[in-house]
């Protein structure tokens, strides 16, 4: 049956605007006709964040879609490689089964790095026969995200045969190469692979984009790269994603509040909307992205070109969201993952060394970034145990394996805030093992031990007292709605704040501590790890 949506239609191709009639049957624009009509608002195409971890935003992604529709997010590309790396192919397929059950177009890439690193250890592997199997279903569209860009340069050949699949069935790779430059950024791209999400100055954007890559703007939670990204965006076509967005974040706005942003920093309103519609659907290969025949009726009715804020959201024709409300049931799947891991003593979190002092190594924290420093501090010993400065914001920082019984790995941390107690995450990047940050060791092992007890999530702990916020989709996600998940996040990050935390997203922030792949000092679950060197090093250096 033909239906027409009537508007100011927006030619994001040809950067015009016209009063115009949009026909569409079974879910495809048939014709788009000029017509004399005058209309308030403007038609413009869906939008589309073509780099997001749904997992980060701890909504399943039927929760995810009734949180962003509203906001004119109408398709998402999204990697799955945090439920993959605890649950293998079983969590991917848990995504896709419960995306099909809401309007949102949600396409995935398939994971290249289960796990990220062979430095640490996971709940699963993909291997090559797994990922070209993955990336022959229709809805996975691209090889997701390399993270191990040492494995590319050095010819890793378990890298390269996930290469070479992505390559036999015509499939984009997506990038990931935190401060890769000169001769090893040439061989990383001459691999094939297409994007980059990670670059946090406009001279690295320069240098990755002439040589040929697609330039992903990031502007999430933990990460945001827009206003840093600027100067090249406003010159060159780009591709603006979130990669990562809390729940709460998701409640103010997506896609819409990141172009909103673009535009406020002078980037032109045509070419923010294509950074979010026509670029990610052509690099990806989509039917979407521009209100054009054969191209699917995914549609936006916005206020203005400013803040883009959605009045009526179509997803191939039909309206899904008006005036911020959704107009779809949200039916979420269920999938309970029991966390096995062996109760802990505070013991297990203290460092041990001789001496009155000692030098360590510490992990620097750095505000809006998930790349870190690699700082050293000189750290008190007391009855043989060394000691946090609070003075100097030094407090410990541990992972400890939830897939199997190993030893704690313990560390130090800067920059977080923490004057007492701890906090505790089973969200820690790529692996998921569960991290803790903290003062007091007795502490943290309250918090480990309680997040074991209720299958994973976020947990703040002062006096052996525990607040938390429950994950029980393998410890990453949830199915309540996304106000509830607010109200929860709020609340447990509230009490992070009261135990002294400065960061305006502690657990999102806490989680990329342990991820191995970004520059330049981290924790995983077998010590800690100077990235920039690709290896373990001791947390202390001398005593004194």
Not at 35 to 62: A, K, M, N, R
Not at 91 to 107: A, N
């Amino acid at each position: 049956m033909m239906t027409t949506i009537e508007g100011n239609v927006v030619d994001v191709r040809d950067k015009r605007v016209y009063p115009g009639k949009v026909d569409h049957e079974d879910g495809v624009i048939t014709s788009v006709e000029e017509t004399t009509g005058e209309y308030s608002g403007y038609l413009v195409p869906g939008f589309i964040d073509s780099h997001v971890h749904i997992e980060s935003s701890l909504l399943c992604p039927s929760r995810f879609a009734e949180a962003v529709v509203p906001h004119g997010t109408t398709a998402v590309i999204t990697d799955p490689h945090e439920i993959a790396n605890v649950l293998g192919i079983p969590g991917i397929d848990y995504m896709r089964k419960d995306s099909k059950t809401v309007p949102l177009r949600v396409y995935f890439t398939a994971p290249s790095c289960v796990p990220a690193t062979p430095f640490e250890t996971s709940g699963a592997v993909i291997g090559p026969s797994e990922t070209e199997e993955l990336l022959l279903r229709e809805d996975v569209v691209a090889l997701g995200e390399m993270m191990n860009f040492p494995g590319v340069i050095s010819g890793d050949p378990e890298v390269l045969a996930k290469l070479d699949a992505a390559r036999k069935v015509g499939k984009p790779v997506d990038g990931h190469c935190p401060v890769l430059a000169g001769d090893d950024l040439k061989k990383y791209i001459a691999a094939g692979i297409s994007t980059d999400h990670e670059c946090v100055t406009a001279e690295e954007a320069y240098e990755k984009h002439r040589l040929g890559m697609r330039i992903m703007v990031r502007q999430g939670s933990a990460s945001r790269n827009l206003r840093a990204l600027a100067p090249f965006a406003k010159e060159n076509e780009f591709l603006l994603v979130s990669d990562d967005k809390t729940a709460s974040d998701l409640l103010e706005g997506h896609v819409d509040m990141m172009m909103a942003e673009a535009v406020s920093l002078g980037i032109d309103p045509f070419h923010a909307l294509r950074a979010a519609t026509l670029n990610p659907a052509e690099h990806y290969r989509l039917p979407l992205g521009a209100i054009e025949p054969g191209r699917m009726a995914d549609i936006v009715r916005v206020s203005d070109l400013q803040s883009f804020r959605a009045e009526e959201v179509f997803i191939g024709g039909e309206l899904v969201a008006k005036d911020s409300l959704g107009r779809f049931e949200v039916r979420p799947k269920e999938m309970v993952n029991e966390m096995i891991l062996q109760r802990k003593v505070p013991s297990d979190f203290e460092l041990l060394a001789h001496g009155e002092k000692v030098s360590a190594r510490v992990i620097g924290v750095v505000r809006d970034e998930i790349v870190t420093d690699s700082l050293a501090a000189t750290l008190p010993v007391q009855n043989g145990h060394v000691m946090p400065d609070l003075a100097d914001d030094v407090i410990r920082i541990s992972v400890v394996n939830r897939y199997k019984d190993a030893p704690v790995k313990n560390s130090f941390v800067k920059g977080l805030g923490i004057k007492s107690g701890a906090i505790a995450s089973s969200v820690s990047h790529d692996s998921h093992n569960i991290i803790v940050v903290g003062v007091s060791s007795e502490d943290m092992a309250v918090a480990v031990n309680t997040l074991a007890t209720e299958g994973g999530g976020f947990c703040a702990c002062s006096d052996g007292k525990c607040s938390m916020l429950r994950l029980h989709v393998a410890g990453l996600l949830c199915t309540k709605r996304v106000h509830d998940v607010k109200v929860s996040l709020d609340q447990i990050q509230d009490r992070a704040r009261e135990l002294g935390c400065v960061l305006h997203t502690p657990f999102m922030t806490m989680s990329f501590l342990s991820l191995l792949v970004v520059p330049h000092l981290k924790i995983g679950d077998r010590g800690l790890f100077d990235v920039d060197r690709f290896e373990f090093v001791d947390p202390l250096r001398e005593s004194q």
